[in-house]
């Protein structure tokens, strides 16, 4: 069975940083797509980054140039490191990879 736990969220000053850690269970996830979704209250899910089994990695235009996503096949895990972080980062943030979700980590970005 396929599991996905998120953890590293938390409350965060404007302008300071978290890296958030998706590790994955269950099977294999080298050759796999992975990706970072946000939820912010009373808005629809959104994209936030994804990268390939390769490393090849791509951004929502609104977290370019602050978030980098990154993954370690040989342990299951991908990271998103998050910078430059602002209150309109605020969301539960969730991994995904073949249609499967993590339970999501809060971040909330206040001063």
């Known amino acids: 069975q396929v599991q996905l736990v998120e953890s590293g969220g938390g409350l965060v000053q404007p302008g300071g940083s978290l890296r958030l850690s998706c590790v994955a269970s269950g099977t294999t996830f080298g050759i796999y797509a992975m990706g970072w979704y946000r939820q912010a209250p009373g808005k629809q899910r959104e994209l936030v980054a994804t990268i390939s089994g390769g490393g090849s990695a791509n951004y929502a235009d609104s977290v370019k140039g602050r978030f980098s996503i990154s993954r370690d096949n040989a342990k299951n895990t991908m990271y998103l490191q998050m910078n430059s972080l602002k209150p309109e980062d605020t969301a539960v943030y969730s991994c995904?990879?073949?249609?499967?979700w993590g339970q999501g980590t809060q971040v909330i970005v206040s001063s």
């Open positions: 995904m990879v073949l249609g499967y």
